[in-house]
């Protein structure tokens, strides 16, 4: 279980204005990217402190997949209107964060 004394212990609690759809974890483990249906779709967020480091709106509907490739800083999300997009995270890590487009694929 996930109660008390049940070996789950809470680190940081990472919010959107509406539901998560899912989530991914960088190859680092020092990034946590967030999908939802609230208008800023996909989120990047610093680990351990949970400070969000990008965020991209626009989407128009839910992102409700996404998956990191762990060979390389590519994270692919998907959306409920059937488009799958890849994203350079490459630039997460450095002093001015940013998540980039790669591209798009109906």
Known sequence: GGGAGGGWSHRVTLTHNAGVMCLALSRSRRIAFTGS???QGLRAW???SGACLAHVGGFGCAVSAMSWHIASHCLATGT?????SLW???TLEGEAPELRQGHSLP
């Open 88 to 90: 350079d995270t490459a």
């Open 46 to 48: 610093a680990l351990p």
């Open 80 to 84: 409920e209107d059937g488009t799958v």
């Open 37 to 39: 249906n609230d208008g």
